[in-house]
């Protein structure tokens, strides 16, 4: 898989819903379209809402993968 | 003057622990009010009440301390302002609902609509037992549909696509029910584990699970009171056009089933949940469905 260049980074592990979403949008907000926003998140309640939030907004989720009990997800601003 | 309580009940008078006094209970549909009938309640309550509003946990709203006196005039205002009355006894209460997906982010299904159509098909409706209907418009189920004698839960069913599939692994996390698994790189659905929120659905980064139908669960016989039960499944993916008639043969089997002092959840212990079904004749409203998949008419409803 091609390498994605990230333009940011936003560690959202400290967070719980809604902040989690509320900080991934902000921060996507501030890239340019099609840019990709790195995220760093729990496993539990942010991996199952996290995504789809920000897939409901018109991002693209590019890569998911899986750390050590967290997720790294890159999403590409919609 | 004679009081018929019976009668005040049926429209939404009941009584007070306090002589000659009662309590006003008006209906919402799905649980909304206009900020103008909201204004006609502050009057009421005003005028005949002690300046407050209760708020049940039925979506309705009482005005108490109203003086049996008054309740000519209060019941001229209450229709010549266009506000409801709610109901209590033997009848079919007000539907409770959550506002589905009309404003909700994870809504699947139009609960609120399908709650107006609810009310106006039942609402006040005697029947041999209280019986109370409860919808929503996604597993969640913020509005409680399984301790409502009917219930109503909005679902999707999903399918993978495996061509689209890269195999990252997220559906596997978000599902709530731990129905995917990854096997050799690919997510395998075990329908049995399987909600039916649609969360692999909404996640999936390339769109590789997609809706093969969306419907309701229907849940009979769930209660509260001092002995709790939640609704057991009668049927599945019933379509928005097939709710009504569902409800009206579960609500004809319970006239049939149904013994003296039972509500549907005694009648369902009683008989088994298979005879009820059988009874309410599902079946025949499912295979209807099955056949004809997610868009087209069907014949009920
Ligand atoms: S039950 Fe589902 S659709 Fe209804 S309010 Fe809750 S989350 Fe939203
Ligand atoms: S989320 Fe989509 S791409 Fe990822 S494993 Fe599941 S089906 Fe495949």
Redesign the interface.
């Known amino acids: 898989m091609a390498e994605f260049e990230v333009a940011a980074t936003l560690d959202i592990t400290p967070d719980v819903c809604p902040i989690t979403f509320v900080k991934t949008k902000l921060k996507l907000e501030q890239l340019k379209e099609g840019e990709i926003l790195e995220v760093l998140l729990n496993d539990g309640e942010p991996i199952q809402n996290v995504p789809r939030s920000v897939k409901g907004e018109g991002h693209k989720i590019v890569l998911v993968e899986k750390l050590d009990g967290k997720y790294r997800l890159l999403i590409q601003r919609g | 003057m004679t009081i018929d309580y019976n009668e005040l009940k049926k429209g939404g008078f009941l009584r007070q622990r306090q002589k000659d006094t009662f309590i006003v209970r008006f209906r919402s549909i799905a649980g909304n009010l206009t900020s103008d009938q909201l204004r006609k309640l502050a009057d009421l309550a005003d005028t005949y009440g002690k300046g407050y509003v209760h708020v049940t946990t039925r979506q309705g709203a009482e005005i108490p301390w109203v003086k049996i006196n008054d309740y000519d005039n209060m019941k001229k205002e209450i229709t010549n302002y266009g506000l409801t009355t709610g109901t209590c006894g033997p009848r079919i209460r007000t539907v409770v609902a959550c506002p589905g997906l009309e404003v909700c982010?994870n809504g699947l299904t139009n609960s609120r609509a399908c709650a107006e159509e609810l009310d106006k098909a039942f609402f006040g409706r005697p029947v041999p037992m209280k019986t109370k209907i409860g919808i929503c418009g996604c597993p969640n189920s913020c509005s409680k549909p399984q301790e409502n004698d009917i219930g109503l839960v909005g679902v999707i069913d999903p399918v993978l696509i495996e061509d689209k599939c890269i195999g990252?692994?997220?559906c596997e996390?978000?599902c709530?029910g731990k129905a995917i698994e990854m096997v050799d790189g690919k997510p395998v659905l075990n329908r049995k584990r399987c909600l039916f929120e649609g969360?692999c659905i909404?996640?999936c980064?390339v769109d590789a699970w997609e809706e093969t139908r969306r419907g309701y669960l229907l849940y009979v016989g769930g209660k509260i009171g001092r002995l709790p039960v939640l609704g057991k499944v009668a049927a599945e993916f019933l379509q928005e056009d097939e709710v009504i008639e569902a409800v009206e043969r579960t609500i004809s089997a319970f006239e049939r089933l149904g013994q003296q002092g039972e509500r549907i959840a005694d009648t369902v212990a009683r008989v088994g949940l298979d005879a009820f079904k059988e009874e309410i004749n599902i079946l025949d409203i499912e295979s209807k469905s099955a056949d004809t998949g997610t868009e087209q008419e069907s014949e009920v409803g």
Do not use: D, M
């Open positions: 982010q990252c692994g997220l996390r978000v709530p969360n909404s996640s980064p």
